[in-house]
């Protein structure tokens, strides 16, 4: 009836062991030197006063008392942080951490921010990418549309259809805009073109098999997921990447979440910088803040034939990365490579989203295998 919880290696628990008890030693160390100021304290205030014969009494025995019940708990908290790790993986205890601030940032919220802070709980409540910022995409993107007709049939510049924005590219398939960032020597750019020989099923999952990036992309030192959340399926991304001589190696830590709107035929997928407690800032690579971007694709037919319309919009800037995404989209097409089909296993009606137990496992989790090959 009940499955069996399969134990780690003894060589491994013990390890954990000795970890955990010399953080608790530490503690205890801490406490004993509060514990050895107050009797000194006593000591001394015997010393100086007619009263102190009672006075030490008094602090001795609040000292003794205090030194008995935290070494009680102590120990039964070393013990039950024993117990814990021996049951339990790495990736579910932090789960059942991020759980139990969730729920106490709910009751508490400026307290539960400053524990989770301290504790080093990333609060997936508060950076979560948001449903209204997956739909603000979409209609971004027919906004530009509705302004693409409009340039055409009247013959008017397509960069005057919004201010702020100053067009630097104009084919026809193929447009770019760009937007001084405030408060910085830095430009935002937009991109609407189109693709008509590889389908959007390709080119949205090439983006985010994260295994295959490192095999197409030259520039990448570092790529991979370092956090998960169940419910939306949000992934926390750690990427390191060379930039030309001489400037240093550049690394982003970003959250990102991807949904297929069947209703609306479209495809979206957002990212933008957040802090995260696992990954701090190293002197090997210089963390870059202020990144964001976004790419909605619509399909001209269907999201397996050939054929759609996409808007990237992004906070950096961009040489050459569609022409590096677009080519791998098409070795993907050619079955030269295996990726990961990532509009199958999520959709808006959540019919057949993987439930939390599924995503938590990793059994629909992205593995990049050869096996996942899609025609």
Known sequence: MFHSVPRRPIC????????LQSSWSFRRRNVGLLLSWLQRAAVGASESAASGPKRKGLLSIFADHCGFVTGQRLRRACQVGELYSNLYSERTKWTLVGNIWRRLQSKHAPTGKLVAALAGVFMWEN??????EIQRCGLELQKLEAAKRLSVSSGTATGQQ???WEIVVEKKDFRVWKRPIPNSHLYEYRVLGSYDDVTPRQFFNVQLDIEYRKKWDSLVIKLEVVDRDARTGSEVVHWATHFPYPMYSRDYVYVRRYDVDFNNN????????????RV???QEYVRVHSYQSKMVIRPHKSFDEN???????VSSGMPDFLDKLHTAA????????????????????????????ERLTGENAHTGGSGQIYA
């Open 280 to 282: 701090p800032e190293t």
């Open 266 to 277: 479209l495809m979206i997928l957002v990212s933008r910088a957040v802090q995260h407690p």
């Open 307 to 313: 054929g759609f319309d996409y808007l990237w919009m």
């Open 162 to 164: 919004e201010p702020g």
């Open 330 to 357: 098409l070795r993907a097409k050619n079955l030269e490579v295996g990726i990961q089909d990532y509009t199958s296993v999520i959709k808006s009606s959540d019919t057949n989203r993987p439930s939390s137990q």
């Open 12 to 19: 491994e628990i013990g390890v954990n062991t000795v970890r």
């Open 127 to 132: 950076e979560k990418i948001q449903d209204e």
